[in-house]
């Protein structure tokens, strides 16, 4: 998986560089070739925009139809100093992900600290800047450019979709858009969007990778089945027919099936199966954080 994603976050920021990044809000597959093509030649979606990126966007009539149908983002995330916030909290994830998944060198991670300091000592800050080396051209990214372009690299790299607050192994489909216009919504909806939003990616920046964690936890689950079944007892009842025991010391417990036993075993005997778990434990905490 992150063989791929790195593969992805190349090409991606080569086209950055290169100038013919298209920035709607669909997803190139991970399987997509430079020329565009995709895995489903079939997808209408996915075939409109690999042929726009092949063309570098000179169909607008088809980014306007993608546009409008991407789902939208409450519209107080128009307002200028959302998008500033917004700038350095997706910054912050894309340093985030891409150090979880192995991608060392991102330009996008990094901002030009000399124009911030500048705008500082004038009394002013207007965000970060990130400076684009291309070929035959240097460009400076900033506001709502700088945002689209870390919003639609943590879509399609890392299957986030930063205003619909979803992050999945593979991006599919569209993600979330600002909608036209500017906002003038200062209502509650608009501060309790805000805070759910802020919440969702504050806790994602402080934790560890989701799709991680659910593999870890499949792990364990089932090292503690395999480990828990000596400790099923069938014993065989002459009114009810098949009983369940549970195999714990001191434990007299009877149950109808083993599933219950493990259920038991998990939530009356806790300290057992950590101790019979302890070895898958330690072989993940060794991959994710001694290697």
Not at 8 to 22: E, H, I, N, Y
Not at 148 to 171: F, K, N, P, Q
Request: proline share 4%; aromatic share 6%; charged share 35%.
């Amino acid at each position: 998986r992150n063989e791929l994603v790195c593969r992805v976050a190349k090409d991606f920021l080569l086209d950055l560089q290169s100038g013919t990044l298209d920035l709607n809000p669909g997803v190139n597959p991970l399987s997509s070739s430079k020329s565009g093509q995709t895995s489903d030649p079939n997808s209408e979606d996915e075939t409109d925009i690999g042929d726009k990126r092949r063309r570098h966007g000179k169909e607008p009539a088809k980014e306007t139809d993608i546009l409008s149908a991407a789902p939208k983002a409450h519209p107080i995330s128009c307002d200028p100093r959302r998008i500033q916030i917004d700038i350095e909290q997706a910054q912050g994830l894309v340093r985030k992900l891409d150090s979880e998944k192995g991608i060392e060198e991102n330009i996008l991670r990094g901002f030009d600290n000399d124009k911030v300091n500048r705008d500082k000592s004038r009394g002013s800050l207007t965000g970060p800047v990130v400076i684009i080396r291309g070929s035959n051209s240097v460009k400076g990214l900033e506001g709502i450019e700088l945002l689209d372009t870390l919003i639609t690299y943590l879509w399609r790299v890392h299957g986030l979709d930063y205003y619909g607050m979803i992050e999945t192994s593979e991006a599919k489909g569209l993600r979330h858009v600002r909608p036209e216009g500017k906002s003038s919504d200062v209502t509650n909806s608009g501060s309790e969007w805000e805070k759910k939003l802020d919440s969702r990616w504050q806790e994602r920046l402080r934790g560890q990778d989701p799709l991680e964690l659910m593999t870890a936890k499949d792990k364990i689950e089932a090292a503690a089945v395999e480990a828990l079944n000596p400790f099923v007892r069938k014993i065989r009842d002459e009114k009810y027919g098949w009983k369940y025991g549970c195999g714990a010391k001191g434990c007299t417990k009877l149950f109808h099936a083993a599933e219950f036993v493990h259920k038991h075993l998990k939530l009356k005997h806790p300290e057992l199966v950590m101790e019979l778990t302890s070895k898958v434990r330690e072989e993940l905490y060794y991959q994710n954080y001694m290697k």
